[in-house]
């Protein structure tokens, strides 16, 4: 990890075209760390002060701050940024601290927060608290409850947190365009009390989505609904890492949604309840028993459960368009279509031509197919069973025994049980 003053040294500071007055108004600022790396960094346990249980961010990272005269300090920039999307393929996008969507903001319940947040953007921002009870010019409404951040300027937001939950942040100017190229960030409120609402393992999220053509890095921000890149965490399939689960925990796992549709979020192996939304806690009599969440736009979601089933289990979207990379919608459905010597005539034209759906498009997930560079295979990802045909917004929830506390790499595949994987009939059962 750098930090920003590392960045802004020397030759930076003169490439920014900085003046004495640019030096003055960066004085006092806390350190703005930014991450180069997609992966899921580990938690970032708090050094001092209150103890809370921190949450993981799924191929993201916590946000380090400063304690000031009783503030708890942070330094958000809103930048451009390169983010991976998946192995063989990187967007041009705007976040924070160098990753879409930014750091992850941890505080504790009573604390009071003072957020900087430098505008390195070629245009105006400011920053929305989504959820967080606050003083109404805190709220980050450009032009409504405050000026616009204008491009080079910091802007300071203060506010204390009175109650704890599940939060997130991104921009109220140019909202469109903001959103579309991949600004916002999660903000966790943990309880004054760690015996409340404590879980084992606490993972974090946001679903989002962009539109990028094959071959090109930038989304097209106008899109509405046509979006060819379902993603969470600015990542989609196989590039979302798997959530990693000791036997036994108690697992809590928060979205939030900042697309422009509803996601069904789907995970195999348990039912769970939804304890939390971005409005506050969910008491436990009112919860009820569920498979799939949906998470409307705008919203967010905590699910819980006691993690007992061992296993590699399914965690995706349930719409089956979100698990899917970029593919063409104007593409005929030829399933039942007899196409026997059409190819040939037609390659007789256009020598690439390949014949496809058929029998459906499962082969799609096993075709070396030549793409554009810089995009990603509709279809994809190898499990230990062979081709998995998927993408955009799934991946694991890996289960196992005798993981250590805070170890969140991946286990690798599950190592069935003998006698306990569906088998080809052979005329007689196995047991
Ligand atoms: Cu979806």
Not at 129 to 141: A, R, S, T
Not at 248 to 257: A, F, L, P, S, T
């Amino acid at each position: 990890m750098q930090t920003r003053r590392q960045i802004l040294g020397g030759a930076g500071l003169a490439a920014l075209g900085a003046t004495m007055v640019a030096r003055s108004a960066l004085a006092n600022l806390p350190e703005a760390a930014t991450q180069s790396a997609a992966a899921t960094q580990p938690p970032l346990a708090p050094r001092d002060g209150r103890a809370y249980n921190p949450v993981v961010t799924l191929n993201g990272w916590t946000l380090p701050w400063r304690m000031r005269e009783g503030w708890k300090e942070f330094h958000l920039v809103a930048e451009p940024v390169v983010r991976e999307i998946a192995p063989g393929m990187k967007a041009n996008l705007w976040g924070y601290n160098g990753q879409s969507p930014g750091p992850t903001i941890e505080a504790i319940e009573g604390e009071r927060v003072r957020i900087f947040v430098t505008n390195r953007l070629p245009e105006h921002t400011t920053i929305h608290w989504h959820g967080i009870l606050l003083p109404c010019g805190m709220d980050g409404v450009g032009g409504l409850t405050q000026p616009q951040i204008p491009p080079g300027k910091t802007y300071v937001y203060e506010f204390p947190l009175t109650k704890s939950g599940t939060f997130m942040y991104h921009p109220h100017a140019d909202e469109m365009v903001q959103m579309a190229m991949g600004m916002h960030g999660f903000f966790v409120v943990h309880p004054r009390d760690p015996a409340r609402h404590r879980v084992d393992r606490d993972f974090v999220f946001l679903v989002n989505a962009f539109d990028i053509e094959p071959g090109s890095m930038t989304p097209r921000v106008n899109t509405m609904l046509d979006f060819n890149l379902w993603t969470w965490n600015s990542r989609a399939f196989p590039g979302i890492d798997s959530l990693a689960v000791r036997q036994g925990d108690r697992v809590r796992i928060r979205m939030g949604n900042l697309t422009m549709t509803n996601h069904p979020i789907h995970l195999h192996g348990y039912d769970f309840r939804v304890s939390g939304t971005d409005g506050g806690w969910v008491a436990p009599q009112a919860q009820w028993p569920e498979v799939t969440v949906d998470l409307p736009v705008g919203s967010m979601r905590c699910i819980e459960f006691t993690a007992d089933a061992p296993g590699d289990w399914a965690f995706h979207c349930h719409k089956s368009h979100h698990t899917m990379n970029p593919m063409g919608h104007a593409v005929p459905t030829l399933i039942g279509v007899d196409h026997k010597g059409v190819g040939e005539r037609i390659a007789r034209l256009i020598p690439d031509y390949m014949v496809m759906g058929e029998r459906g498009m499962a082969e799609m997930g096993e075709m070396e197919m030549e793409l554009p560079p810089n995009t990603l295979p509709m279809m994809t990802g190898q499990g230990p069973f062979g081709a998995l045909e998927m993408g955009g917004m799934f991946t694991v929830v890996k289960v196992r025994a005798g993981l250590a506390r805070g170890d969140y790499r991946d286990p690798g595949w599950y190592a069935h049980p003998p006698g306990t994987v569906a088998y080809e009939w052979k005329g007689e059962s196995r047991s």
